[in-house]
């Protein structure tokens, strides 16, 4: 555990990551349709985890008891090596993330966004835990140990190619958030890094991220 491999990437070196999922409807986020068809079109994900009655489910909000297992999204992947971004909603799932991630032998994943005791703990675990650097939090949390970067930017566009740069030259892996999950206009923020390889993009147009990065006129 703990190696962190990144091959599900397209022609342009870009690794696309559909947010909760490719879907077509609100309703189809973090759902068993839209992480399927996300898999089911080479693409990674990220997806939301967090717990009810001892097991972990997908759900960016409360949980209400009828949401799809963890366990059964690591089964639909079905051995594919494709990115899973696991955005953790609370403390104290460590332990049995990192035990489905070894029953089902997926390392190609990275944990964020969770409290600053739960990433000192993840980090003891060995779970890939990537910090979060943003317009908000300038200073990135536990940075020397951290796998790689969840680069954000709530109000502003504020980072290009040479932030993103440094932070690959220092050995870290970068997912950018794209800003239309912030419903910014995004096209001209894909252009800073057209050309670059090696990072992850999170969108919620996986499939017109893919056409537009493989298309290096």
């Known amino acids: 555990m703990g190696q962190f491999s990144h091959q599900t990437i397209n022609k342009s070196g870009f690794t696309i990551l559909c947010h909760r999922g490719y879907w077509q409807t609100i309703e189809e986020q973090n759902t068993k349709t839209s992480i399927s068809r996300a898999f089911d079109n080479g693409f990674g994900i990220e997806t939301d985890l967090r717990d009810i009655k001892g097991k972990i489910v997908i759900s960016h909000n409360m949980p209400q008891g009828n949401e799809m297992l963890f366990e059964d999204l690591l089964k ?46 993840q980090h003891k675990t060995g779970l890939n835990v990537f910090t979060g650097f943003s317009d908000i939090v300038p200073e990135p949390i536990m940075y020397e140990q951290a796998k790689g970067v969840w680069l954000d930017c709530f109000n502003s566009d504020w980072f290009g190619e040479a932030e993103i740069q440094n932070l690959l030259n220092q050995d870290k892996k970068v997912c950018i958030v794209s800003p239309d999950l912030h419903k910014r206009e995004y096209k001209s923020v894909w252009e800073k890094y057209k050309n670059m390889n090696g990072i992850m993009l999170c969108t919620d147009y996986p499939m017109e991220a893919e056409v537009y990065f493989n298309d290096k006129t």
Do not use: H, Q
Not at 80 to 109: C, F, H, P, Q, W
């Open 76 to 121: 639909l992947l079905d051995g594919r090596d494709l990115t899973l971004a696991l955005n953790i909603k609370a403390d104290g799932m460590a332990d049995e993330i990192k035990r489905l991630l070894e029953k089902y032998n997926v390392s190609n994943y990275f944990t964020f966004d969770m409290s600053i005791p739960e990433m000192v703990y």
